[in-house]
Every structure is written in structure tokens, then in C-alpha cells.
């Protein structure tokens, strides 16, 4: 029997702070592409693996008042995160409920369903996307956001030897732990093998050269979680990492450069089901 990989960046506060910063990172192309998904005024939404919420609380935005969105996660400890937002926020028309949303018991047909890196985790993500299809009403919508570290690897240049090695040290963690590395590329069969119409794809990344863009400290986050991974593993040493300075490593080496550090790009792929 396959299983789900467990989460490879970890449950913690800092995990969760790390997050939503990310989100703000993403959070252009995720708009973007819940635009070009078609997700409008008045729709009830999906929304699996929602962690603390940000994708959720944009699709609020886009369904208006008079829409509706859930927001299912494993991960009960992050679901009080997201709902101490939303209500900080005023948001009344999303609900969190902790579950699998492939088996969870919830209420009605929805008019989308929507993920942003769950696929990645998930043993079977073809089947995955047939369960999640069934949930939704006849012309309804299937969008997920994956990301893809094997298309990361081309954005390192010669001239930036540190954001290679990364990069190389990242992709060896995620596959690993059993991760799908290159989940955003495999959207396109998994879509396929799931029975679904062929789907939409674009792709997108942030990234930044200046020396105050936000990316750097948000590689340095990213690594810090991923470290204790990366030694058991044997991937590199703390040492080797040296997690305190690398955002300014980082930084230094884009500006001396004159060449611009990528986060891992997004594949985003979409389609509606046939009646």
C-alpha cells in the first residue's frame, strides 16, 4: 500500500511563520491564476491542504460574499492558526475543518476545487485528483499549484555557485523524504491519468536581484527548517549550510553578480469537468 509522505519542511511555529511569508511571495501568481481558473463571484470552493490559510482567504476575495470556502488540512495545530486569522480578519464566508478531503464527510457539490502544494505529498496524486473531481458539481473546476524543483536547477548560473548548491541540497532532501520533486511538471499526467480534461499550464517564479528583495531570508527560512532533514540524510553539514549568514551570502552573491536569485518556480495547471 503506498502512503502520503509526511510533511518535509516540518510542524512548527516556525514553519507556519515561514508560510505565510511565502505566501506573500506567491501571492501575485496564485491571483493570477485563480483568475485564469475561471473562480468568480457566488462559487463554493475547496480548498485542500490549506494550512494557515492564505490560499483560502484570497479565493474569499475572488467568491465574494455570496461564496463560499473550506478549507481542509491534516494538520489541526495549523487549521487554529488560519481560523485565528480569519477571524482577525473578518472573513465570514470560510470555514476550516481538519480531514483528508479526499474521504472527509463534507456538505454539498462544490464549483472548485483548489490546491497549492499538496500534490507533492501525496502517494498517488492522479488518484488524488479523481477523488477530488468527484466532489464537484457538473462544469466545475479543477486548479493546482505545484511546485517543481528539477526546473529550479536551470535558474543557477555559473556566476552563482551558492544558489546551485542549494538548490542541489533542496532537490536531494525532497526526494528523499519521498516528495514529488517534480510535482509541477507532473500536473500535466496526472491530470491525464486522473480522467480529466487536458489541462491549462503556465509557469512562474519570484525573483529578485536587489539588495533589499525579501527572497533571500526567505531561502535562509527555508533551509533552516529543511536542516535537520538535510543531516540526517547526509547531505551536508550544518556547518556547510551555515544558516545564520546565508541570506547575506546570498544577497552578496546576487548583487556581485548582477544576476537575480529564483524561490522555486510554481507549475499551475487548470480544467473544468464535462457535464
Known amino acids: 500500500m503506498n502512503h502520503d509522505v509526511e510533511y518535509t519542511m516540518g510542524r512548527s511555529e516556525a514553519e507556519t511563520k515561514r508560510l505565510i511569508r511565502n505566501a506573500r511571495l506567491y501571492d501575485g501568481m496564485t491571483r493570477r491564476f485563480l483568475l485564469r481558473s475561471g473562480i468568480k463571484k457566488g462559487m463554493r470552493v475547496l480548498d485542500v491542504g490549506s494550512g494557515a490559510g492564505d490560499v483560502a482567504f484570497t479565493l474569499t476575495e475572488f467568491v465574494g460574499p455570496d461564496g463560499y470556502v473550506i478549507g481542509v488540512d491534516v494538520n489541526a495545530e495549523i487549521l487554529e492558526t488560519a481560523r485565528e486569522r480569519a477571524s482577525a480578519a473578518g472573513f465570514t464566508n470560510v470555514q476550516f475543518v481538519e480531514g483528508d478531503a479526499r474521504s ?3 456538505p454539498d457539490a462544490f464549483d472548485a476545487v483548489v490546491g497549492r502544494l499538496v500534490l507533492m505529498y501525496i502517494a498517488k496524486p ?13 462544469g466545475g473546476i479543477v486548479a493546482f499549484q505545484e511546485v517543481d524543483l528539477a526546473l529550479h536547477k536551470a535558474l543557477a548560473g555559473p556566476e552563482t555557485p551558492l544558489l546551485g548548491k542549494l538548490i542541489d541540497w533542496e532537490c536531494a532532501v525532497f526526494e528523499r523524504t519521498g516528495a514529488h520533486a517534480d510535482m509541477g511538471t507532473g500536473l500535466y499526467r496526472a491530470f491525464l491519468e486522473a480522467g480529466l480534461p487536458e489541462p491549462a499550464l503556465h509557469l512562474e517564479t519570484p525573483m529578485g536581484g536587489a539588495t533589499e528583495w525579501p527572497g533571500y531570508e526567505q531561502r535562509a527560512a527555508t533551509f533552516r527548517n529543511l536542516l535537520p532533514l538535510i543531516e540526517t ?8 549550510l551555515d544558516v545564520e549568514t546565508l541570506a547575506e551570502r546570498l544577497r552578496a552573491e546576487a548583487v556581485d553578480a548582477k544576476r537575480p536569485v529564483s524561490l522555486p518556480p510554481h507549475v499551475m495547471a ?6
Not at 130 to 135: D, P, V
Not at 233 to 240: K, N, R
Request: glycine share 10%; aromatic share 0%; proline share 7%.
Open 270 to 275: 487548470h480544467t473544468v469537468i464535462g457535464p
Open 104 to 106: 472527509l464527510e463534507l
Open 126 to 138: 492522479a488518484d488524488a485528483l479523481k477523488q477530488l473531481a468527484g466532489r464537484l458539481r457538473p
Open 233 to 240: 540524510h547526509g547531505i551536508a553539514t550544518a556547518e556547510e
